[in-house]
């Protein structure tokens, strides 16, 4: 986990990996979750948020309603792309926008 430290100051910069609980387990449709990310992905910039949906579709994502992912499935899927620190800071920013 990265840190940031000085003489004086040590800390992370990110939440603990562990940070998991019932919300990874709740069921989203894909159209849910395609807005949600849509939000979440859109500080990264056009380019970016386009691959990621792109790869998230080839690696079975559906975004229709008939599909259901947990948020677990999609915060696996974020890791194999981003690695384990980039998909947590996304995943932080996706359980807000699932939560408005």
Same mark, same amino acid.
């Given at each position: 986990?990265?840190?940031?430290?000085?003489?004086?100051?040590?800390?992370?910069?990110?939440?603990?990996?562990?940070?998991?609980? &019932?919300?990874?387990?709740?069921?989203?449709? !894909?159209?849910?979750?395609?807005?949600?990310? &849509?939000?979440?992905?859109?500080?990264? !910039?056009?380019?970016?948020? %386009?691959?990621?949906? %792109?790869?998230? /579709?080839?690696? !079975?994502? @559906?975004?229709?309603?008939?599909? @259901?992912?947990?948020?677990?499935?999609?915060?696996?899927?974020?890791?194999?792309?981003? !690695?384990? &620190?980039?998909?947590?800071?996304?995943? %932080?920013?996706? @359980?807000?926008?699932? /939560?408005?």
């Amino acid at each position: 986990m990265p840190f940031i430290s000085s003489p004086n100051l040590a800390y992370s910069i990110l939440p603990p990996a562990s940070n998991t609980d &019932d919300f990874d387990d709740k069921l989203f449709s !894909g159209s849910v979750l395609r807005k949600a990310l &849509d939000e979440t992905l859109s500080a990264l !910039g056009t380019t970016w948020k %386009e691959k990621i949906f %792109e790869d998230l /579709e080839h690696s !079975g994502i @559906k975004f229709d309603r008939k599909s @259901k992912y947990t948020v677990s499935q999609i915060r696996q899927t974020l890791q194999t792309l981003l !690695g384990e &620190d980039g998909a947590e800071l996304l995943m %932080e920013r996706l @359980k807000k926008a699932l /939560e408005k």
